[in-house]
């Protein structure tokens, strides 16, 4: 798909890069790390994941603060600035109703959007992810990858990539990699961390009335799927799935599983 970027500007005067791809019922992506839209197509499979989620729909979506196409510099991070880009994002879109994919570090602050604007989030398609930080992440990891980005980001982008499966995606993980390099700097990386550690949105979770899609990889090496399961006991209705495999990057079958079989817009 072609990529014209946008900017909205955040409260804070920060300029978040966002895209607008293909027609349909709007679907907005959020970035599930600090990666790049615009460089997506140095990991295929990815690439390919997105073309398949795209068939039929509106897709939106964006860079963080400090990554890819949006502002860099002195940039900071909280569960309120991340609120703060997504609505941004949202209005400078014009969208009234639309649909969510989740997917990592990119679920707690929409899935607390969901909670509390139940009238605008029509549906939640959520991959392996969570709604508080600390129940996918001990503070001693935190404080550990946080370190590692500020005095080795190079091997840090490699870590963060090879957590996603390098046994099973050895290429893939290379990509990622090379995607998280590229994107962004270990300085913002380590902000991005540090700012996230106290993320949570599990009080709203019961608040969401979207239909919710939420499934994870029974062996993924991120974290245990006992998180997402946690997720959907606590939002009312939701539909949860257990997914056949090992690794956590996104299989390439998915997007046209969740079109075919699931049919959320």
Known sequence: MSQNVRYATSRDGVRIAFTVEGEGPALVVTPYFLESFALEHLVPAYAEFMDRLGEGRQLIRYDYRGGGSSQRGDIQFSQDIIEDDFEAVIEAARLDRFALWLSTTG???????????PERVTAVIAYS???????????DALASFSQLAR??????AQLFGDMTGRREFP???LGVADLYLQSTNGETAARFIDGGATIDTTPFLPQIKARTLIMHRIEDPLFPMSISQDLASRIPGARYIPLQ??????PRQLGRRVNERHRFP
Do not use: C, I, M
């Not at 005095?151 to 840090?156: G, K, P, V």
């Open 129 to 139: 992810t969570f709604a508080r930080t600390l129940d996918a992440f001990t503070p």
């Open 171 to 173: 290429e893939a993980s």
């Open 245 to 250: 495999g090992r690794g956590h990057l996104l």
């Open 107 to 117: 679920g707690p602050v929409p899935l607390g959007y969901a909670g509390k604007h």
């Open 151 to 156: 005095s080795n980001w190079q091997l840090a």
